[in-house]
Every structure is written in structure tokens, then in C-alpha cells.
């Protein structure tokens, strides 16, 4: 079976069998169907109970044998020991696709554990059948309303493509929910990184790709794979397992082997990647690359309100590949015009001093921030401001998307403070034409990244 | 007159004249006395403004001469020509404490900047009054509603008490405001860091000191002070000015020299300070610690509702100085008599498939944290879980709580991921008992600078 196919069933299926669904409802249930439901999924929804001829209003079958018509995917949710035969049945049915939830397999410390993980391994190996997991949530695609998780999560159709092996990444942040299209491999015992990588590299749906890795059986596949996406689409990498300790400790986790930092690191930067260092990096950088144009060079202009915010972003800018460049004559000549005499006006420029000396601080702000966009010098432009009241956060909201409309081919990227600042960054994500930061040192680590892409790519 | 009664006057006025006060109100007016209306400031106001008879219902006086009895604090918002005269004004009224709030002296490249400064400096040196700024939003006092800026703000009864040198730090974060007690040094003519430091030392409000540096007068007066503090309350400092290029800026901010990095960070350790390198950890360890206890040993057990997140949280962790100990014989027997048979039980704690096995999970959930936590090996613990829904965020919530009055004296802070985080994180600190954090590695920095302070006061 073409593997195009076999993923489309994992991350776009029409119809899915739930084996092992739950009759408990509710809060605590873990109940994938319920929570199906409530995302309003329009496929066909087939729960396998032995014990059940209805759950939640939706008819359900004896056995994955004795469901009738076309099944894309199934879920397979048993208890361990009843999974190698479930699949066994889902192969002989014709499924393509399977997902494997549960823990207990490679990631357990016995040998029954390991038992069933070749088992498995055997029927894909002779069936020709395709797994996800086990150990995983599975798959979700926000574009409809499709997860697999046993835990309620919330899905939004954003163009992001992200590859993990924890459960964790489903949850997303307040400011930007990843699924987005999702893939959690778990054990990743068959389809591996490669294998997403190959169906986001022409999903039209997928703008960035995001990788949680913590081991994989071919890195040398993946490594080319990833070095041939990479030209098309920003991919934004998270190794862990780091440091000896968490190392020995993923064993337990996905049962993965962590390998040498140092050179995985070398053949992620070399083939193109973008390697982060914190979940909140990977998070800020994706849905940054999500909204962004990329760069045409390096040079940035930094325009703040406040004179130690421009401080902290060049402190985290050093060493970055940034330029916190000069400003060209023309530019410096026109901002010294609007300023007060007494204002030594350069690159950051701090601009509330020059707002102040203006009786419409609105529109000097904008002119202020044509001065700098307008001209070919800065490759990106970053704003700080503060939303310390919803006004002020509602002003900065379409003054920044107004800034994105007006010049769509030159990044623009902001730290944002005050207590309102979550809000409004949460606001300007959903309307997808800016990315804002709650801090400075935040804001130039995704600028940074911006031009490590933008350099090898634009 | 005697420093105490100074600062006190700074940050505890009882009635405040604002000089050159603006008739204008409503939105980019800027107006002070607005501000402290709406904060409800119940202490005097005394407007002086030549042209207005009254402000907002506020009598206004045409010169602070003319403003009937007792004084505590001026605040100068005058264009800055005018300013050494108003200041000689007040030093003549008998007032003892001014903010000069106007940009243009020290920080500005001109020379009539560089007069007014001298002229100022002057005024304090010959008439003993006393003076923060030019180029400061002043102070502010959440436990009496007090705040001199012309921005709005958010004020709460925080323990805490900052020092910086810039506005931007009276913004605090949506999950906690700083105002708590602020003093913004701006170009510190005259009162300095220690003199905040040795008024915070007192203040029985104040648990613990936020510094926010770009540079100062006498570095050797101030170590001294803040050694000494140090040992009654944890001192959190932000050096900025890193690098060459953010240190030449700085020059046009608050026109200080930052002085070699290296030389800073070395002096700031020896004294028993908490040194952080960005906003956000800045924060996140003052919020910590507002509201937790000190460790009494290095080792941290971590609680995880996913391998993945335990594996990041032990990323973070290298090199921090926790030790991420193995369990003691007789936590991992009770721990392994909970957990499937198949589950190889460590540190990180992998509590999902432990809980996930019993009928009552929120039973088992505790009966897991109380073994980790009843047991004087762990000097503190991490717990990670994600609150995807506002039912999971609320439960979490509740069982934070209930953690932190049940072991009054254990550190338990924790990690906390999805769409709700941020609510629920928020909430926690507002309820004063618990610091959440949104990813494993900013918990694992606050818990790195909890142990830093602890070895060393505990």
C-alpha cells in the first residue's frame, strides 16, 4: 500500500474504529469517542465494545470483524495483552492503519512487554498493515475536527505539522494551539519521523513543521529526508534527552536510545534544521515561522518604548547572527526630525520620547515605523510596547496588523508587557498575521531563528 | 534628615503634590491624578498647575508654595527647563522627597541636559532634599494604592519590593503584577540602589527584592548593603548591559556606564544574590519566591503526567546544582505497589500509569505525592501536568493548594502545560500559596535559583 495513502488514513480519515472504546462517560472517562463528538468530527465513528450494542447514541460492534463498510483507521485501545490479536483482526479486515495506544510495550521494564512489541512488529512486518505507537496519542487534524487522544484537547486549523513522542505536545499553549496536524509516534515500533516528514512535505495545509524527538530507528533515512523538506518548509527540531540522566530515563519513556547530543545536533544544523533548546522555543518558533515572511538579511531594526526593553534585546541578541545595525543616514535624518533636540535618536530607536513630542502619538508612532520598514536596510523590524490596559493592548493589536498588511514581505515581530500582554498575543496569533512575544529575550530568540531559515533558504 | 523617613515618604506618602499636572484627561492624557483616582489612593492631592483652578474636581494650586500643609512627596512632571527651579521650590516648601518624572538630563546627548543635571544635583547637595530620577515613573505602593507613573498599571499587595531603572518593570506579567512595592531609580541622580535595598530590609511587607540594574554611583556602598540584606531576604538581580553594544546604549538610557559583566556577576554571587539573565526568569523567581518555602537539601523529586515533560524538566536541570536523586528503597516499594506490574518506577515519577490503574485517581494521585512528599529525602518537588481543559486547570488547582497547606514547609512548585495554563497559573499565584510555571524548563530554572539562595540562608 502506497505510504501517501496510509497516512492520509492516519491523519485525514473519513471513517475510524475505536476498539476497546469505553461505555463510561464523562469526566474521567478518557472516552475518545465522547470527545469526538464534542469536536464535532463528521466521519464515521465505529466503536468495538464486546460488551455494548450502543455508546453515546452511536451503534457498537462485537468485533472489528463485524463492522460493516470502509475503515480508514483504527484505534486501538485493549488492555496490552489483547492488542497483537486486535491487530491481527484489524489486518485480516483490511485496515491500513492502526493506532496503538496503550503503554506497556517496548517502554515497560519486563519481558512480556517486549513480547508483544515484536509480536506487533511481526504482523506489521508479514501483514503489511501500518502502526502508530504504541504508547500514543495518536493523530489530530484541526482542519476536521479529528483527534485521537483519550484526553480533551482543543484543535484549531493551523498550519503547522508537528511530529512528537509524547502526548505532551497536544496541549499547546494559550497563545497557539498546535493541532494544528499532529502525530504522536510513541515507541514509533513502525511509522517514524521520515514517514510524517514525507506527508507534511506536500501537504498544502502544513506552512511549518515541528519535531519532539527523542530517538528513531533510522536516523541516516531521516536525516535525508529532513534535509530534502527542509528546503520547502521551515522544520523546528527538539532533541531531548540531553543529558545522560534523561537519557537512561527515555528508555523508560519510548523505550528510545537518546544517542550523542553533540552529533545530533551537528546533523540536524547541517541538514538544514532549526535546533531549539525549550519547549517554549519550540512553541514561540513555530508559530512565528506560521505568520512570518522569512528575511532578506540580517539587519534589525529595533523600535521600543522603553529604553531598558531595548537593552534586554540586544543582551539577548548577542552572539545571535543579528545585526542590531546602524541607522542609514537617510533614516537617522528623518527620525531626528520628529525628535525632541535633546534626543539621541539610533538603532534601538527608542521611540515613546519622539511619540510624547507629537499632539497625534498615533500617527508619529506609524510614521515612525514607516521610517524603518519602508527602506531596503532592516531585513526585520522588532517593536517592543506594553499592554498594561486592554485599551492599550486593543491600540497595539491593529496597529501591529496593520503593520503586517501594509508590508507583507518584511518580518515584523514584538515583545509585549504588562498584565494584558498574554491577551492580546493570544488575539494577534488568531488573526494570523503577527507573532508577539511576552518578553524581549523571547522575541530575539525567534527572530534568531527566522535567520538561521532565512539564510540558508530565502 | 534621617533616611527611613525619606524613603518612607517615597513609598508610603500620605499626601502628594503633582507638579505641572495636566488638565487633560481620558486616554493619552497621561494624567497622574487620574491614575490615582481610579486606583482609589486615599491620601491627600495636592495638583499645582498656574492654570487651572481645579482638575477633575481636584483643587489645583498655581505653585507648590501656595499648597496648604504637610507635603510628603513631590512629583515633577514639568518640561524640563523648568525643573531646578520647581525642585528649589520644594526643597524651600520643606519637602524631603521629589521624583522627577521629565526625560532630557543625564540620558539626553546634549549639554543643556548635562546643566539641568548639575543644576539638580546641586539642589540636593545644598537644601537636603531628596530626589528620584529625572527620567522614572517614580514609585509605587500596591498595599495603599499609591503609583506615581503617568501609565495606568495593575497594583496587588504583593511581598515584594523592586528597584529598578526602568518603567517597563511596573508592567509585571498577566499571572503576577510587581506592584507590590516599585522604586524606579531612572537615572538615578541621587537615591540610589541602596537606599531602596536598606528601606526593604525593614519592611515587614517586603518577603523578597527584585533589582533591576543597568549601572550606578558606588557599586562598592551597594554590594556591602545588599550582603547584608541578603541574609534576611532573597535579593533577585537582572544586570543588563551584556554586551558592548546594549552597554553603549544604555549611555542614552539612564546614562550609566555598565561596568565589565563578568567583574558584575562575580561581585553579585559573592554577596549572596540571586543572578537571572532574563525578564521571565526575573519574574518567575520573584514569584516563586513570594509564596514558597526554602529547600532544606538539593534533591528534587519530580512527579510527571508525561515521560516526555520529566525528560525536559531533567534537560533543564543539568548543570543546575539539584540532584535529581534516585528514590529511597522504601518510596519506590510503596510507589511500585501502586503502579502496574510492568512499570519500571524512577525518579522522574511517571504518575499517569500509576493513577490510571486505580478507580479513584484523585485518591491515588495523592497517596503518590504524599509518599514523595512525607519523606525527609526530597528537598523539594516538581510536579508536571497540563490543564488542556478549565475541569482539569480547577482540579489542578485544588490539589496545588491543598499540597502546599498540607506540607507548609516542602518547596512543591510545578509545570504545567495546554490551552488553560496560563489561568490556572495565574489563579494559583493569585491564591498565594503555589508557583506554577508554563513549561518544565522555566520551573526548573525557579527551583535551580530556589536551592542557589537556599545553600547559602536556609
Known sequence: M????????????????????????GEYSMNILEHLLAYA???????????????????????????????????????????????EQCAARGITSAII????????????????????SETVRTRGIRVIGPNT?????????????FVRFTLAPNPVGIICQSGTFFNGFPEFTLLGKCLDLGNNCD??????????????????????????????????????????????????GRNAQAARAMQSHTGSLAGDSIIWDAALKSA???????????????????????????????????????????????????????????IQQKLEKMAPPW?????????????????????????????LLSNEHFGALIVTQGASTRPAGERLLQFLNYLATRYPQKPVISAIAGTYNMEYITAMQKDGRHAGFPSPERAARAIANLWRYSRLFA
Open 343 to 371: 534626543l539621541h535618536v539610533s538603532n534601538p530607536v527608542d521611540y515613546w520620547p519622539i511619540m510624547m513630542g507629537h499632539s497625534d502619538m498615533a500617527t508619529a508612532m506609524r510614521d515612525i515605523m514607516d521610517t
Open 41 to 87: 468530527y463528521s466521519g464515521k465513528l465505529y466503536p468495538v465494545n464486546p460488551n455494548a450494542g450502543e455508546i453515546l447514541g452511536i451503534k457498537s460492534y462485537p468485533s472489528i470483524g463485524a463492522v460493516p463498510g470502509q475503515v480508514d483507521l483504527a484505534v486501538i485501545s485493549t488492555p496490552r495483552e489483547l492488542v497483537p490479536s486486535q491487530l
Open 191 to 240: 511509522i517514524d519521523f521520515e514517514d510524517g516528514l514525507a506527508y507534511y512535505e506536500n501537504d498544502p495545509q502544513v506552512r511549518v513543521i515541528g519535531l519532539h524527538i527523542e530517538g528513531m530507528k533510522n536516523p541516516r533515512i531521516f536525516i535525508d529526508t529532513a534535509r530534502r523538506v527542509a528546503r520547502k518548509k521551515p522544520i523546528v527540531v527538539l532533541k531531548t
Open 101 to 120: 495506544v496503550g503503554q506497556g510495550f517496548k517502554d515497560s521494564g519486563d519481558s512480556a512487554g517486549s513480547g508483544l512489541h515484536k509480536q506487533i
Open 137 to 149: 496519542f495518536g493523530t489530530a487534524n484541526g482542519f476536521i475536527n479529528f483527534c485521537s487522544a
Open 272 to 330: 538544514g534544521l532549526i535546533t531549539v533548546y525549550s519547549l517554549e522555543e519550540f512553541f514561540d518558533t513555530i508559530r512565528m515561522f506560521s505568520v512570518t515572511p522569512l528575511m532578506k538579511n540580517n539587519r534589525v531594526a529595533i523600535a521600543t518604548f522603553s529604553g531598558a526593553t531595548g537593552i534586554l534585546t540586544m543582551d539577548a541578541l548577542q552572539n545571535s547572527g543579528i545585526d542590531i545595525s546602524p541607522l542609514p543616514t537617510a
Open 2 to 25: 502506497d505510504i501517501t495513502h496510509i497516512m492520509n488514513n492516519f491523519l485525514q480519515p473519513q471513517s475510524v474504529a475505536l476498539i476497546g472504546c469505553t461505555r463510561k462517560t
